[in-house]
């Protein structure tokens, strides 16, 4: 039941990003293979945060597969407003989860939508690796340019 | 066989940090940078706080009406009138400092950025980087047929990015008090928001996105949609809880990192 299954991903997809504490890599190793968001398609209808970690059970010998496409969820109100998680499934698994803030309510929210999500492992990247032109950061000091990614940037031609 | 692309670039310590131009267009004298240069040391002597002489000190202390300075002074403090005015009073170039002395620090780099870039294109280039202190205006493109890629840094550790943008014809500005502390407060308070760890604005003028970010940064979470809200504008913050917030169109300048 593909349709079934998608709205359970949906839901286990809006614990896994908003009832996780996810932390930056600054103390962890970035670019960890960190399977936050593959990792628990689980197809039960109501999933708890306290469950995720347990063994889930799986239906069928082969795994739960699903249909490709891609899905919204309901209305997930919390601490930052009102969310919806919006999945894409290629090949059977989710390869995209995004959580999408709804207008504020205040003047002017009408056209405003912004977009709310967790700084993820293993989204974030090696500055030297990135082929960047050009960094964009809080003002840095004469001194503390010297020994910026923007230093190496400006050196790294001819 | 591929042709190099030509790339100059120099750096120099102007206004307290480096400022880099990175020039692409082969054709173009290498001149308009020594230009551009002149002109950023100009307005560091005219405008800095820090410089007991500058014209802005000296106004600061009575020592001069505004008449008696230079046009780009008057020009400067308007805009600094404006922001006030559309800040609601948060970012407020009167009220900025401890002392009360006069210091429109706040809008004087992007400013000063903006109009080195209008005498690079003068000089014909359509090409080209500015990076000053880690606010850009990107200029055409660095080689055909790509846009310039901008690294937006991570702000709990220098070596990494939180994102990567795309961006021609474009301005980027970020503040944060990652390196230099909680110098950015709320001028109607004085206190400093703690919500937010970096913001990023992108849009057409680098005196607006650097004067929004630095009073978005100020406004704390409420700041990504103000800064939203101005028309042409597009902002991405990082919050003290790691998480990012941006706005839509801000979502199709991303092309890796967080928000993809």
Redesign the interface.
Known sequence: MPTRAAVAIVATAIAVVLLF??????QAR?RTPAADVQATPTPSASPSPTDSSAPTPTPSPTGPTYKDGQYTGQDFPNQ?GDTQVKITISGGRITDV?AV?LP?D?P??A??????????HD??????S?????????????D??A?????AL??A?? | MVEAVT???R?E?IM???I?I?LRDADVDGESIETAFAWLRQVDARFSPYKPASEISRLGRGELILDQCHADVAEVLSLCEDLRRETDGVFNAWRCRNDGRLDPSGVV?GWAVERAAELIETAGAHNF?I?A????V?RGK?EPGRD?????????????????VQVTDRA?????????GDHITDARTGVPNRELR?L?VAGPSLTLADAYATAGFAMGLDG??WV??RPGYAAYA?TV????????AF?GLLV?????
């Not at chain 1, 056209?111 to 993820?120: G, N």
């Not at chain 2, 980027?172 to 230099?180: D, L, P």
């Open positions: 504490s996810f932390k930056t890599p600054a970035p930052f995004q803030q504020f205040r002017r929210s056209e405003i939508s912004q977009y709310a999500s967790p700084l993820l989204e974030v990247l090696q500055a030297q990135a082929q960047i032109d050009s960094l964009s950061g809080a003002t840095y000091t004469s503390a340019y020994q910026s990614v923007q230093s400006d050196q031609h001819g | 790339r100059r670039v750096v310590q307290g940090t480096a880099s990175d780099k980087c990076n202190g880690g606010d850009i990107a660095p310039w890629r901008i690294g937006i840094r991570h702000p709990r550790d220098g070596s990494l990015l939180a994102a990567v980027v500005a970020t503040s944060g008090n990652y390196e230099r970096s990023t990504v949609a939203t809200a990082v809880d790691d998480r990012v917030r941006y706005s839509d979502k890796s990192g967080t928000g993809r």
